[in-house]
């Protein structure tokens, strides 16, 4: 299993619109294509105005492959210009669990 960790960057102040856009706009196609969400965060403390997610697959081909699949989508295609107007940068990092570490199934 591998779990990919997207850290987006936004403008500061703009993290509520960015939640408002993406729960009403591409939240049901990203959980639904790319399945295994596990974890949406925003940060409070550190580094601050980021949106953090992560998504676990069982390969890098499946990550691949859902991915793929999430980009054709039209309610992924109709969200994106809406949510690229808070990003400022991106960061996107792909964490291999530890062998004892299980990563729970959130619904």
Known sequence: MIVEMRTYTLRPGTHPEYLKVYEAMGMEAQKEILGHMVGYYSTEIGPLNQIIHMW???SLDERSERRAKLMKDPRWQK???????YIKSQETKILVPAPFVKIPKID
């Open 79 to 85: 969200m994106l210009p809406e949510l690229r107007k």
């Open 56 to 58: 676990a697959y069982d």
